[in-house]
C-alpha cells in the first residue's frame, strides 16, 4: 500500500521488501532490485537508513541514528527521512509496518 509520507508514523518499523543486492561503490550504497532488475543509488545517508532497515529499527530511531551521526536539524532530518522512506516504498523496496 503506497501511503504519503505524512501517513508515515515515526513509531512505525519498516522492513525491507523483496529479495535485493546491495554494494558499496566509492562510499555510496547501491542496490539492484532483483525483481525488477533495477538499480537504485541510495546514496551515503541513503546507505545509513538501509542498514537500520535490515536491523529492524523504528523509522524514530533511524532519524535519531542520524541526528547523531550527521549535522542537521531534526525537522530537516526527519523530513528527509520520511521523502526517502516514501521514495523507497513506491519503488516496493520496503513495507512499513504499523505493529
Known sequence: MIRNQE???LCCRV???G???ESNMGG???LLNVEN????NLGEVGGVIWDCLKSSKTIEQTISI???EY???????EENVLTFLHSLEEENLI???ND
Open 15 to 17: 522492513s525491507i521488501h
Open 95 to 97: 513495507a512499513v509496518n
Open 28 to 30: 555510496e550504497r547501491v
Open 71 to 77: 549535522d542537521v536539524e531534526p525537522s530537516v532530518c
Open 66 to 68: 542520524l541526528l547523531d
Open 7 to 9: 501517513s508515515m508514523i
Open 19 to 21: 529479495e535485493s543486492i
Open 37 to 40: 532488475g533495477k538499480y537504485y
